[in-house]
């Protein structure tokens, strides 16, 4: 499968984005799906994840996870191919490259850990300014 995301950019401090991934080469339904994200000099974390149906997601890690939820939504259209990351009072800390990725297919529910994800999308540059 090859992914496709797009959406990043420049944004104040509070402000919103939403980034798209666009899948193609094979059915998206099949594919559990995430987000991760990639600031300067830090390794890829997790931001978010969905099941292949949509009706479970996760967000963050132990430190971040409440953040993230109250304030990414992570969704998906499967009839679209295309899965969203809606991000809403960004912070500056949030600035980061963000990944789209879809998960070994034989995995269920959503997935948090880097090593189930076997396709990346190519990154979408996100700054948010203070």
């Known amino acids: 499968v090859q992914l496709q995301a797009s959406g990043g950019g420049l944004v104040q401090a509070g402000g919103s984005l939403r980034l798209s991934c666009a899948a193609t080469?094979?059915?998206?339904?099949?594919?559990?799906m995430g987000w991760f994200r990639q600031a300067p000099g830090k390794e890829r974390t997790f931001v978010a994840g969905?099941?292949?149906?949509?009706?479970?997601?996760?967000?963050?890690?132990?430190f971040n996870g409440d953040s993230l939820r109250g304030r990414f939504t992570i969704s998906r259209d499967n009839a679209e191919s295309t899965v969203y990351l809606q991000m809403d009072r960004l912070k500056p800390e949030d600035t980061a490259v963000y990944f789209c990725?879809?998960?070994?297919?034989?995995?269920?529910?959503?997935?948090?850990?880097?090593?189930?994800?076997?396709?990346w999308g190519q990154g979408t540059q996100v700054t948010v300014s203070s």
């Open positions: 969905i099941s292949r149906g949509g009706g479970s997601q996760k967000y963050g890690d132990s």
């Open positions: 080469g094979r059915t998206l339904s099949n594919y559990p």
């Open positions: 990725a879809a998960a070994d297919e034989t995995r269920l529910g959503a997935r948090r850990d880097l090593n189930d994800y076997v396709y």
